[in-house]
């Protein structure tokens, strides 16, 4: 589709899109919003959401390269 796609494991900003449900409820009930919601629900130290972020794009990274094979 994008070159996006081509990054993410689970990419939701593109995801299940059919032309109909581009509205921001729409992206809610696709799970955008989910991690976000997370962090602000259990008021998750702005360190821990660094490092999740930081372990997540080594897994991205893991991926990408069994990929290029």
Wanted: glycine share 6%; with cysteine; proline share 4%.
């Amino acid at each position: 589709m994008t070159c996006l796609h081509d990054r993410h494991i689970q990419p939701l900003i593109l995801a299940g899109l059919d032309g109909a449900n581009w509205h921001l409820a729409d992206y809610v009930k696709r799970g955008g919003y989910a991690s976000l919601r997370r962090i602000l629900t259990e008021n998750i130290p702005p360190e821990q959401v660094i490092a999740e972020l930081k372990h997540r794009h080594c897994e991205v990274a893991v991926v990408q390269a069994f990929q290029r094979d």
